[in-house]
C-alpha cells in the first residue's frame, strides 16, 4: 500500500476514530518516531487537534443524518440502559427503510449518560428528548426496548396506547413498585416542584423486546418450577458441570490441562445471557459423546464428582427441549435479515415443536421444564397475535405469506391484509380484526430435527 496514503490517514481523524484508539496515541513517542520515520518533515498534530476534529466531524454526520431523516416518513428506535464503572447510560438506534431502493438502514443515534437513579421520568424526558433533537418525535413507529419495570413504566405513563401491565417485567435496574398505598394526591403535589406539575413527555408507542422477552421464558420462568424432584436434578447436575466451568476461568493451569486432555476448551457462558449457557452446555455434551473417558478424567483431576445417568440423562433431555429456543432466539437476535413480519411466525413454529414434544416418551425428567416452557411462551407472546401490525408485517412477508395461519383463519388474515392495503390507498380507514387469529396450530413438525436445520420448515409442511 502507498505509504503516502497511509500518512494521510493517519494524519486524519479516521485512524484514531475507526481504530477506536484514545486521542493521546498520536502523542505517544513510539508513534511519532514511526511517523517520523516514513516522513521525517511531516508534523503531527497534537490530541486538542484531534479532539477539535473529531468534534467537528460528529456534528457533520448528525446534521447529514438529521436531513435524511427529514425526508423519511417511518421510522423505529431502540433504546437499552446498562451500567459500566459504576456508571448508567443509554443508547439508542434508529431504524428506517430507503423509500428509492427498500433497503433497511441502521444508525446509532445517541449514546448518553444518565446520572442519578435512572427512574422511569428520567427514562421518559431523555427518550422524547433524542427524538426531538432528531426530529422524528412525530415519525417513529415504535420504541423497542427490554422489559425492564423503569422502561415499561416509563411507556405506561407518558406513552400514545396504555401499556398492558403483566408479570413478565424484569425488574433488572428499574425501580420495583412498592404496595398500593392510599395518599393525599394534594399533599404530594405541594411537596413537587412547581415546574414538575406541568412536565409532559410525548413517547411513541412502546414494543418489548421479543429475544428479552424468550430469554426470560428460559430463565425466570424455568426457575418457577415448583417440582422439587426436578429441582434437585438440576441444581445438582448444573452445580458439577459449573464447578468444571470455573476451574478453566479462574486457573491458567487448569485451562492448559483441560486443552491438552480433551483437545478443545469449555465455552463459558455469559452472566446476562441465556443462549450463552445453551451454547456452553451444547459444547460440554458434544465432548461428552466424543471423549466420555477423557471427559470423566478431567473430572477426577480437579477432584469434581461424575455426572449420574439421570444427570447426563437431565443434560440430553434439556438441551433437546431448548434447541428450538435456542434456535429462536438467534433468529430473532439477527441484525440483517430479520424483520418484524419474522416474529409471529417464529413462535408459531416454537410452539408445536415443544407441543410435538410432549408426546415423546424418551422425556423422563424434564417434563416439568417442557411445562414451564411452553406455559411460558404461551402466557408472554400469546397477546401479539392480537396485534394487526404484527399480524399484517407476517402475512405480507413473501417468505412466510399464509403458511403460519391455521386453515380455519385463513379467510380472515386475507379480509385483514386487503382491508390494510386499501387503507394505504385511501378508500378505507383501518378497522379491528373481524375476529383475532389463533396461535394454535394443528399441523406437526418432523421427528429428528437437527439444530441446523432450517427453522421454518414445519411451515411448509
Known sequence: MNFLFILLLICRQDYLIEGILPFHHVEQPEFQKLIHSFSPTLVIKCRNTFVTKVGLKYLERKS??????????????????????????????????????????????????????????????????????????????????????????????????????????????????????????????????ALDRFVTYTLPRHRRCASHTLNLVATTDILKISDQKFTKLRNSAEKKIQQIWNKQSRSSQASDFIEKTLGVLFKVKNATRWNSFYDALYRYQNIKEEKRDAL??????????????????????????????????????????????????????????????????????????????????????????????LRVAALSHPRFKMTWVPDDEIDTAVRLLKNEMLSLRGAVTPQDPICQLQAEATETVANGRKRKKDFFSPLQQ
Open 64 to 193: 447529514e443524518l438529521i436531513e435524511e431523516l427529514a425526508i423519511t416518513k417511518y421510522v423505529c428506535t431502540t433504546a437499552d440502559c446498562w451500567t459500566s464503572r459504576r456508571k448508567h447510560f443509554i443508547g439508542f438506534t434508529i431504524h428506517w427503510v430507503g423509500e428509492e431502493d427498500l433497503i433497511r438502514r441502521s444508525c446509532c443515534l445517541a449514546l448518553r449518560r444518565l446520572r442519578g437513579s435512572v427512574t422511569f421520568d428520567v427514562l421518559a424526558k431523555t427518550i422524547d428528548v433524542i427524538h426531538n433533537e432528531f426530529g422524528v418525535s412525530k415519525k417513529v413507529t415504535a420504541t423497542i426496548t427490554d422489559n425492564g419495570s423503569n422502561f415499561v413504566k416509563a411507556f405506561r405513563i407518558y406513552g400514545w396506547e396504555e401499556e398492558e401491565e403483566s408479570e413478565d417485567e424484569d425488574d433488572g435496574e428499574g425501580e420495583e413498585d412498592d404496595d398500593m398505598e392510599f395518599m393525599d394526591v394534594a399533599n404530594i403535589l405541594d411537596k413537587r416542584p
Open 296 to 389: 470423566y478424567q478431567v473430572f477426577d483431576y480437579f477432584k469434581v464428582v461424575r455426572l449420574t445417568s439421570a444427570e447426563e440423562e437431565y443434560v440430553a433431555e434439556y438441551l433437546r427441549i431448548m434447541e428450538p429456543v435456542a434456535d429462536a432466539l438467534e433468529i430473532l437476535q439477527g441484525e440483517r435479515n430479520v424483520s418484524m413480519g419474522y416474529l409471529l411466525p417464529t413462535i408459531v413454529v416454537l410452539k408445536r415443536t415443544l407441543d410435538e414434544l410432549k408426546k415423546d416418551k424418551a422425556i423422563v425428567h424434564c417434563k416439568p421444564l417442557l411445562t414451564a416452557v411452553y406455559n411460558g411462551v404461551c402466557t408472554r407472546f400469546d397477546h401479539f397475535f392480537y396485534d394487526n401490525d
